[in-house]
């Protein structure tokens, strides 16, 4: 695929361009875009992030061996299987199961790029894999970040950074650019950056720091996060 070029989107809400051409990583780094990937990679067969509640409600009636996961304010939902935290999701209880999560914002950005000729999910944790397998699925490439709560959000962005970070530099847009000097600037000390956003400090404030830790490190993960036919995030290994 020939490479063309790479944009940002900071904020899901924010006008998005025609994207039939294009190949499209949504970011949530705090955290449901690294909290799917590590579903994934302990074992899961596949995770649909929904935005609605009661839809998850009501898949989970028509199929109960789904596990349900999500929150709203940071917390899990009644009823539901789990919360919105990656340690929520050991291979134990994963392994071989389809996932359905929602969340108060990353979702919803999920949904919002669906119209994309190709889609995957980003975060620290799998940025490497997902710049890969972007440019196997267009050379024309965006980022949407979710932010947080209508606003532009520093983990997102850092994010974008790594990910932009493996586009040629003449790819990038002048978005792209500010995300990678600032990926740049954290580079080696991703927790440094990561900690001190607004979310990650209202994460901390509620115990669950571990999360903010978890979704700071670099390409733990080798394998990317890919849309297929049937909506479902499955985890592919990119191309070599
Ligand atoms: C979201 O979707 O708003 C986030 O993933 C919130 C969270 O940290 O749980």
């Known amino acids: 695929m020939p490479i063309r070029s790479i944009d940002v989107i900071y904020r899901w809400q924010d006008d998005l361009p025609d994207l039939t051409q294009t190949a499209v990583i949504v970011i949530d780094t705090l955290r449901a875009t690294t909290t799917i990937a ?3 990679a302990n074992g899961a067969r596949a995770v649909l992030p929904v935005g609605e509640v009661e839809r998850a409600y009501r898949m989970k009636e028509q199929d109960p061996a789904l596990i349900l996961g999500g929150e709203r304010d940071n917390r899990p939902l009644p009823g539901f299987d789990a919360g919105n935290s990656p340690y929520d999701y050991p291979p134990d209880v994963v392994r071989g199961r389809r996932v359905v999560l929602t969340t108060t914002n990353g979702t919803q950005a999920v949904e919002r790029a669906q119209g994309a000729r190709w889609q995957g999910l980003g975060a620290l944790v799998n940025a490497r894999a997902a ?3 972007q440019q196997q699925g267009s050379g024309q490439g965006l980022i949407v970040c979710a932010g947080t709560q209508g606003h532009v959000s520093l983990e997102d962005v850092l994010a974008a950074g790594a990910i932009a970070w493996h586009w040629p530099q003449e790819a990038c847009s002048d ?3 500010i995300a990678r000097a600032l990926f740049d600037n ?3 000390r ?4 990561v900690s001190q ?3 990650a400090r209202t994460l901390i404030d509620q115990g669950i720091g571990a999360d903010v830790q978890f979704a700071s490190r670099l390409d733990m993960y080798k394998t990317a996060v890919v849309r297929t036919a049937g909506g479902w995030f499955e985890e592919t290994a990119p191309e070599s």
């Not at 991703?190 to 950056?193: A, N």
Request: proline share 0%; net charge positive.
């Open 38 to 40: 590590a579903i994934l």
């Open 131 to 133: 710049a890969a397998a």
């Open 175 to 177: 978005r792209a650019l």
């Open 186 to 188: 954290w580079r080696g």
């Open 190 to 193: 991703l927790y440094e950056g």
């Open 197 to 199: 956003s607004g979310h």
